[in-house]
């Protein structure tokens, strides 16, 4: 969740056909997918529990979030209360979204985490078109049933391997959905605003949030090793976003959404490498066919030609 994730999160950001993109954009998208993909790895390694994990990952990086936010213009940096009071409550929601994420990503194969925890760009479309006054494009009901579909086969193969597989599935997809919920709130306040200076005041509800998770779920938040943690926090929180901060606005949503297939992918080979989790065919087809329905509801963000 995402992975794939903050106030602004760079899935959020609105995406442009700049014509000055150069290599370097498309690296740094390409970087940042692959950055993200190994945040379910390094939540695995960690010795703390999951949701601890997701508050080291957010505390660790909150100080170098509130100096690039520094930078930012001061117009930028500029929020109302109620502004303000609606970011800190999208970060409790972010918060919700990773915790949940987290909590599946030990319970369900790596690659499933990864696409599920990335649901919310889908589960934003189809909100859009519940409250939307017009009828659904091809593209949109084509993307709804493919990730139906999808889903149902990752989900019946998590379940022959065990019911913790099936309920890391649906806390991973419950994550999307907070996540979902997040983005939402942000949409009307963003316009604006600094990306960094949303991202370090929603991580400043998000981080004790996920503690006071953490702490009711009885797990382990101090840790011996903290090599996984700030490994976590370098590239899912700050390379990982920071990338996508950097490079999003220059592509076009369908480019986007091709680039974040990658993400499964990756993080597939990484389970298969890290962790022996092999992948049915039943699987290969789910996963394809979810990660081309993220792709489709990326596309389906340009505007309607009329």
Same mark, same amino acid.
């Given at each position: ?7 602004l999160?760079?899935?959020a950001q609105?995406a ?12 740094a998208l390409l ?7 190994l945040g ?5 390694l ?7 994990a997701?508050?080291w ?6 100080p170098?979030l ?8 001061a117009?930028q940096?500029r929020?109302?209360?109620g502004v303000?009071a +609606?970011?800190?409550?999208?970060g409790?929601?972010? &918060? #919700?979204?990773?915790? !949940?994420?987290? %909590?599946g990503? $030990?319970?369900?194969k790596?690659?499933?985490?990864s ?11 189809v909100?859009? +078109?519940?409250t ?5 494009? &091809? #593209?949109?009901?084509? !993307?709804?049933l %493919?990730?139906l $579909?999808?889903?149902?086969l990752?989900?019946?193969?998590s379940?022959?391997i065990?019911?913790?597989?099936l309920?890391g ?6 994550g ?11 949409n009307g306040v963003r316009?604006?605003?600094?990306s960094?200076?949303l991202?370090?005041v929603?991580?400043?509800?998000s981080?004790?949030t996920?503690l006071v998770?953490?702490v009711?779920?009885g797990?382990v938040?101090?840790p011996?090793?903290?090599t996984?943690?700030v ?7 700050l390379?990982?976003q920071?990338f996508?901060?950097?490079s999003?606005r220059?592509?076009?949503p369908?480019?986007?959404?091709l680039?974040l297939?990658?993400q499964p992918a ?13 992948l049915s065919a039943?699987d ?9 329905a993220?792709?489709?509801a990326r ?5 309607a030609?009329?």
């Amino acid at each position: 969740m995402s992975t794939t994730a903050e106030a602004l999160a760079p899935e959020a950001q609105p995406a442009r056909s700049g014509p000055d993109w150069a290599p370097r954009h498309l690296l740094a998208l390409l970087a940042a997918n692959v950055a993200l993909a190994l945040g379910a790895w390094l939540v695995r390694l960690a010795d703390t529990g999951p949701v601890a994990a997701g508050f080291w990952r957010l505390t660790l990086a909150l100080p170098v979030l509130v100096l690039l936010a520094a930078r930012e213009p001061a117009e930028q940096r500029r929020m109302p209360r109620g502004v303000v009071a +609606l970011v800190l409550g999208a970060g409790v929601f972010f &918060a #919700l979204d990773l915790a !949940a994420w987290h %909590f599946g990503i $030990v319970r369900t194969k790596v690659g499933n985490a990864s696409l599920f925890g990335n649901s919310g760009s889908l589960i934003v479309m189809v909100w859009g +078109l519940a409250t939307a006054h017009r009828a659904p494009r &091809a #593209l949109e009901i084509g !993307a709804v049933l %493919f990730a139906l $579909v999808g889903a149902g086969l990752l989900m019946g193969g998590s379940l022959e391997i065990s019911r913790t597989n099936l309920v890391g599935d649906l806390f991973c997809l419950l994550g999307g959905a907070f996540y979902a919920v997040y983005i939402i709130m942000l949409n009307g306040v963003r316009q604006g605003r600094g990306s960094y200076s949303l991202l370090a005041v929603s991580t400043t509800a998000s981080a004790p949030t996920m503690l006071v998770v953490a702490v009711l779920l009885g797990e382990v938040v101090m840790p011996h090793d903290w090599t996984p943690l700030v490994a976590l926090a370098l590239s899912s929180q700050l390379i990982g976003q920071g990338f996508l901060i950097y490079s999003l606005r220059h592509f076009t949503p369908l480019i986007i959404g091709l680039a974040l297939m990658a993400q499964p992918a990756l993080a597939a080979t990484v389970g298969w490498l890290a962790f022996g989790e092999t992948l049915s065919a039943i699987d290969v087809v789910g996963m394809v066919l979810l990660a081309v329905a993220l792709t489709m509801a990326r596309a389906s963000d340009r505007p309607a030609k009329g």
